[in-house]
């Protein structure tokens, strides 16, 4: 459906004389708006399904009243009461890294979506080095969890950014030997050349040996979002809140969202590089890719709330001890397979 309204508008632009570079420049803010619309959106619903899930993994009650009987407002009231805040600056604090710290932190979780394919031809821009670029632009926001932990002159937001510079750096490595593995077999960086690979193939988790690149990627993009059992950087028991303890506000707002806006970013991403995307029979592709995105997303919540958290020093070592020689195994024998 997707492809067929890009080839219908399309061809009655090009019948009508217009200018091409015109129609692929518009088709392109549309899908940015279209795309920064549902993530923003999505964030509320990742805030709400997290409170129900955890709620109904500790039998406890979740939100149940604002909106109605499952609470599906109470993310919306929540988001009120944050633009109601008072915004503070810390005595002492670096105001001018203080204030730019959540929007370095925010605007390159938002960037990375440009190049997750919703449907056939209905991705921002499918660029030739789509994997590169997340790469890239998703290690970014470590620089604004640094501003943030030295702008706020507070000795919890330093520890607390550290913490997170080093898992970032640390679990960097393994998930990119992860997506290594997967443009070896497809063969090229570009996010619809992989989707495209599995439509030929079969979807590449289940393809030797693909299994251990996807078990590696999970596992590294649970630490690069910080979600339980690598939540170091936040850590409420011996930081109070981490690299955001002095935020409030908006300002603390930007941090959550662009937290929740990366998980479903990873899960959404993991879904394309080894589930195929937005392929699958009957329904919608479009549905497909949500289908499969929030699956993942729930599998991570659920392990969020079921296991503890773990220590600094057996997060670093998990990673460069096993994560890392797990890696390089992946990625020769992903050679090796391909190549036979």
């Not at 499918?126 to 290690?139: C, I, K, R, T």
């Not at 506000?249 to 899960?267: T, Y």
């Amino acid at each position: 459906m997707n492809a067929s309204l890009y080839n219908t508008i399309g061809q009655w632009w090009y019948v009508h004389g217009l200018p091409p570079w015109i129609f692929e420049a518009a088709w392109m803010v549309a899908m940015a708006a279209l795309v920064t619309v549902f993530v923003l959106l999505s964030v509320l619903v990742l805030v709400w399904l997290e409170r129900k899930i955890s709620a109904d993994l500790q039998s406890r009650v979740g939100p149940n009243r604002v909106g109605g009987r499952f609470g599906p407002l109470q993310t919306a009231a929540d988001a009120l009461k944050l633009l109601l805040k008072e915004d503070i600056f810390p005595a002492g604090a670096d105001r001018v890294v203080f204030w730019l710290a959540p929007f370095v932190v925010f605007v390159p979780s938002l960037m990375v979506f440009m190049v997750l394919p919703f449907g056939e031809r209905l991705a921002v821009n499918d660029l030739n080095l789509g994997v590169l670029f997340v790469v890239a632009v998703s290690a970014f926001p470590v620089i604004g969890l640094i501003m943030a932990g030295w702008g706020s002159n507070n000795k919890y937001a330093v520890l607390g950014a550290m913490r997170a510079a080093a898992q970032s750096l640390s679990y960097e490595v393994p998930l990119v030997l992860a997506m290594v593995c997967v443009v070896v077999f497809a063969g090229s960086l570009r996010v619809g050349d992989i989707v495209a690979a599995q439509r030929e193939g079969g979807w590449f988790i289940l393809r030797f040996p693909l299994q251990l690149a996807f078990l590696l990627y999970f596992i590294t993009a649970m630490a690069e979002v910080n979600r339980v059992p690598f939540d170091l950087p936040e850590a409420e028991s011996e930081l109070v809140a981490g690299y955001h303890v002095e935020y409030s506000g908006m300002r603390f707002a930007f941090f959550f969202l662009a937290e929740f806006a990366h998980l479903f970013f990873v899960s959404a991403f993991c879904a394309t590089l080894f589930l195929g995307a937005w392929q699958g029979p009957w329904l919608p592709p479009a549905v497909w890719f949500l289908l499969k995105s929030y699956a993942i997303v729930i599998l991570i919540m659920w392990i969020r709330w079921t296991v503890p958290r773990l220590r600094i020093d057996q997060v670093m070592g998990f990673s460069w001890k096993l994560l890392v020689p797990l890696g390089l195994a992946a990625v020769v024998l992903t050679g090796i397979v391909k190549v036979w």
